[in-house]
């Protein structure tokens, strides 16, 4: 079992920037990728971001590329998601999630809670 624990979600008015945080516990040495997702009511959660756990090869969706970056510290079985130039568009809960590479939900095993992310001024 994987447990992950999400941090860093708020308000923050358009243009801004926030920092969020996935800490992973139990047997992460089994997972091959840290991916982040989102969901807003009534929609599919959608693909955001991803890293690979030995290679640190990244993966963004289209919407976020150039203004997020996905990044880990290993030693702190730690991965983080910055997001500069938010948009209200960028409004949803975020999700981290861990398993083998794949851009849709379904494909990762373990998920945290969410942390809500709204971008409003």
């Known amino acids: 079992q994987v447990q992950l624990v999400e941090s860093g979600g708020g308000r923050v008015e358009p243009g801004g920037s926030l920092r969020l945080s996935c800490v992973a516990s139990?047997?992460?040495?089994?997972?091959?990728?840290m991916a982040w997702f989102r969901q807003v009511p009534g929609k599919e959660r959608e693909f955001v971001s991803a890293?690979?756990?030995?290679?640190?090869?990244?993966y963004y969706s289209d919407s976020v590329k150039g203004r997020f970056t996905t990044s880990r510290d290993n030693a702190k079985n730690t991965v983080y998601l910055q997001m500069n130039r938010l948009q209200p568009e960028d409004t949803a809960v975020y999700y981290c999630?861990?398993?083998?590479?794949?851009?849709?939900?379904?494909?990762?095993?373990?998920w945290g809670k969410g942390t809500q992310v709204t971008v409003s001024s």
């Open positions: 999630a861990a398993g083998p590479l794949g851009y849709y939900a379904a494909e990762y095993d373990y």
């Open positions: 890293i690979h756990w030995q290679d640190f090869n990244t």
């Open positions: 139990g047997r992460t040495f089994g997972t091959l990728v």
